[in-house]
């Protein structure tokens, strides 16, 4: 039998019900935990693109948020909302009952969770961790061996959704690990996320997302080679774009997307680079079965040239400039 997977989603989405999804008191007089409130203090590690959103929707629900950032500026917009600060992981995690992690990547990930001053030493019985970043199973499992050794809790549960879906509240959450800390949760996730889906041991969290993320590198290499085409052949790209929206392979990514890549715009929602780590990741999560992906291992090359074009920190949509430039060298 594969994984217990569960789908709780299709909930309406509204400001008072936001405002009603947490408290700030650390009473127990609530009981945490499905149909209960969320009672205690929250911790957010890591306010990039994606945690600064998470972070803000949680403050805005009435969450008692307490943050930490390692560049400490971008802890500021929070501060003015009403977030406290912590001046290490630890610090955070030992303030608070429940601590979330947003990392660039698996390195910064563990360093975070596991390294000096990291979330791991400032974590006991009672409290629980949940990593939302995007990394390896092989990362969250030490992630989560780590944090376990103390005796808290541990989830995994990286987001599928972009900058925008993360400041909406519509982010889709792919949780493991452990079940009754998915449950205490599941409040702060429904205040962050449109849906959410518990999928088992810690790895498959991560594994599902690489899988959906490696179909999403492929996707956007196939949608930038169908623009440029179609330009070379005197078409109009935006009639392209337009007619894709109509038909099967419709897709919200080219509708979004579509329009600013024809006027080479790649305003940053899903740094490039991130999405190269995902498909490296899941290049190596395809190796370890012995499954041959060769569409995204061709995905993979152009997104590394794009990264050698100084494109990383645009969007990842920007690797149809590694397409332009491969033409204007052969
Ligand atoms: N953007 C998106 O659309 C989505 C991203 N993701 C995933 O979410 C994660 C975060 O993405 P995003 O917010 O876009 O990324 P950003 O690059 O905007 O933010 C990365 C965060 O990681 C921190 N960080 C990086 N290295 C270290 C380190 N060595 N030690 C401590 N902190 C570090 C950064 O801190 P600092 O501010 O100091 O640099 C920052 O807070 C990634 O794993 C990504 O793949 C998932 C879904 C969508
Ligand atoms: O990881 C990126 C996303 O859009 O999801």
């Not at 509204?14 to 969320?38: K, T």
């Not at 203090?41 to 969450?63: D, E, T, Y």
């Not at 989560?144 to 050794?149: D, R």
């Not at 940053?268 to 498909?279: I, V």
Request: glycine share 10%; with cysteine; net charge neutral.
């Amino acid at each position: 039998a594969g994984p217990a997977m569960r789908l709780r989603g299709g909930r309406s989405r509204g400001g008072a019900r936001l405002v009603l999804a947490c408290s700030a008191s650390s009473s127990s007089s609530s009981p945490p935990g499905e149909g209960g409130g969320f009672s205690g203090r929250v911790g957010f590690l890591g306010l990039g693109i994606m945690g600064a959103p998470m972070a803000s929707n949680l403050i805005k629900a009435g969450c008692d948020v307490t943050v930490w950032n390692r560049t400490k500026s971008k802890c500021d917009p929070l501060l003015t909302l009403g977030a406290k600060y912590e001046s290490s992981p630890a610090d955070v995690a030992s303030a608070c009952d429940v601590t979330f992690a947003m990392l660039a990547d698996p390195e910064s990930a563990v360093e975070v969770a596991c390294g000096a001053n990291g979330a791991a030493q400032g974590m006991a019985p009672g409290k629980g961790y949940v990593d939302v970043s995007t990394v390896d199973a092989a990362t969250s499992k030490l992630i989560g061996k780590s944090i376990t050794s103390t005796g808290a809790s541990f989830l995994e549960a990286p987001v599928s959704g972009s900058k925008k879906p993360a400041e909406d509240g519509l982010l889709i959450f792919l949780t493991a690990g452990d079940e009754s800390l998915y449950n205490r949760v599941a409040l702060l996730l429904d205040v962050m996320g449109k849906s959410r889906f518990f999928l088992g041991d810690v790895g498959n969290g991560a594994a599902m997302k690489l899988v959906v993320n490696m179909v999403m590198g492929s996707m956007m290499v196939s949608f930038s080679e169908g623009l440029l085409l179609s330009e070379k052949v005197g078409l109009d790209p935006n009639t392209l774009v337009e007619v894709i929206s109509q038909g099967a392979i419709s897709a919200p990514m080219f509708s979004l997307k579509g329009p600013s890549m024809v006027k080479a715009a790649y305003p940053t929602a899903f740094p490039l680079k991130h999405q190269q780590k995902d498909l490296r990741l899941a290049l190596a999560l395809a190796e370890s079965v012995s499954q041959s992906i060769p569409t995204v291992a061709a995905a993979n090359e152009l997104y590394k040239v794009a990264k050698s074009l100084g494109l990383a920190d645009q969007d990842f949509s920007a690797v149809i400039e590694a397409l332009k430039a491969k033409e204007q060298n052969e």
